[in-house]
């Protein structure tokens, strides 16, 4: 079975995780930055990890709404999906996991400074495991 590929777009780095072939759990890669090479790069990995399956993050408010990071996120949804066309990509909700991430790497013991090369692809994790679970669920 092919793997999972889990973004958690930002402004600067979009946060990476990939799946076990089971599809069952979730690891984090390195973060890749927002720039003009993006899509490349993510094709790339896409090829050397074999990759099937996109799950891109969609930030939305805590009350449902869409803000600016939703609309970003949008954007980067469609570009993958027109730059990444023999695998499937998807949106999933990621709402808290930054936080729920920040919180994680600070209970390890990592400082706030430390934190920010490892928070999106922390963040990524969470939620590709989220969705990961959701296909396991009874």
């Given at each position: 079975m092919s793997r999972v590929l889990g973004l958690d777009p930002g402004t600067k780095r979009c946060g990476v995780a990939v799946s076990n072939t089971q599809r069952t759990m979730a690891f984090p890669r390195p973060a890749f930055m927002v720039?003009?090479?993006l899509l490349v790069r993510l094709a790339a990995f896409v090829d050397e990890e074999s990759?099937?399956?996109?799950?891109?993050g969609r930030p939305v408010a805590l009350a449902g709404h869409e803000t600016a990071s939703t609309i970003e996120a949008d954007a980067l949804y469609h570009q993958?999906?027109?730059?990444l066309r023999h695998v499937t990509v998807l949106q999933w909700d990621e709402r808290l996991t930054t936080l729920e991430a920040q919180k994680s790497l600070a209970a390890a013991g990592m400082r706030?400074?430390?934190q920010r090369?490892?928070?999106d692809s922390a963040a990524a994790v969470i939620m590709l495991q989220n969705y990961?679970?959701?296909l396991h669920a009874p």
């Open positions: 720039n003009d090479a990759i099937g399956l996109v799950i891109v993958v999906g027109d730059t706030a400074r430390e090369d490892h928070v990961l679970d959701g």
